[in-house]
């Protein structure tokens, strides 16, 4: 199974393996990990706010409006920023990085 | 004046709104609660234009479009909606309870039902160190009295429609720079151009970035630091008007004594009764063995607890089951 590597709101790494029919969203919340997702994962909320690692952000599928849009809505935005309920995961993406956002 | 009703329905999302129909049936009288200023709950505030494809018989339909069916289908039992207001207490009385809003409406029902879905939504705060001490007297979530900043300087932070709705009303009055992470706006087009035709007649200003700290000040002004992609700055303002949308919080209830499990209430699955005798709770807040949070689980649940209630409203009356395809009597109600 392909892996994934989190970095928690304490700063503490861990890696979880991933079924790609899920979002990113999914699998954080499914392994337990702080993640509010408060509207399930429709982009309506800015609860499940993630930052990408640089190297691996030009492989995701892209941020479309509606995700910039929602933004908005959360603090501490970078250009690393994205919306975990908006990332499909894919086997190519064995290994990524991802931070979660504080809250 | 404390109004009479048979149950208080705490929130108007779908599973709230269906209660309606189901306690309507039995002749049982409903009114809800809202803390959002229209009925819907999360359908309408969070994704009215978002397609829903689990509810039965229905492949397809919209978070508004769900609402405005229930709305219609529960319009025979006449419900009464107090909306824009928290319930903050209740109060067990001979009768059954008194529920008392944030705005001081008051409710005496036999039963009450907790169809809060993840918590009232409440504006979303900005997570800075200390802000709570500004909360209220520098730092404003809602307006409720503009005239307060009549002359002063304000910020605004944020890129949505209250962002932009309140930044073109206060700068006629007040000296308004709004704030914002980029100079994209998710606002309405019109209320956009809007603030860019003010912006160049210097009515407004505009800055892009996010605020990142309260300075400490010994003025009665508030002063920010904020900072974007280039640079780091500050800025010194009578007030400050953070516009990030809503959140959802549990709020009160969680002080109500009822038995919960990790912030939801815990009910039993024959009538979706809480640990307090007389108080339900159905859809998203109860947990059970086995729960799933699906507005069709909601809309099972409001059938049971339904059940469950006339008992409370009817004490020594036998509930006999019908159909609404076949019992007249049920038509009437309907109106059919």
Known sequence: MPKLIITNRSGEKSEIEFDS?????????????????SCGGCCACATCHVYIDDKWRNNLNKMDEDEEAMLDQAFDVTEKSRLSCQISLSDDLDGLEVEIAPE | MIEKTDVVIIGAGPVGLFAVFELGLLNIHCQLIDNLDKVGGQCAELYPEKPIYDIPSRPLVTGQELTDELIKQINPFKPKFHLNQQVDKIIKTEFGWIVETSIGTKVEAKCIVVAAGAGSFVPRKLPIENIEKYENKKVFYAIRNKSQFTGKDLLIAGGGDSALDWTNELSKDCNVTLIHRRKEFRAAPDSVSKMHELEKIGKVKFIKGQIKEILETKGKKIKLKYENEENKSQIEVDYLLPF??????????????????ENLIKVDTEKFETSTPSIFAIGDINWYPGKLKLILSGFHESALMAQGVFKYCFPDKKNIFRYTTSSKDLHKKLGV
């Open chain 1, 21 to 37: 029919n899920l979002t990113l969203m999914e699998t954080l919340r499914d392994n337990g990990f702080d993640i509010e997702a």
């Open chain 2, 244 to 261: 990030f949308g809503l959140k959802m919080e549990l709020g009160p209830i969680a002080d109500w004594g009822l038995n919960l499990h």
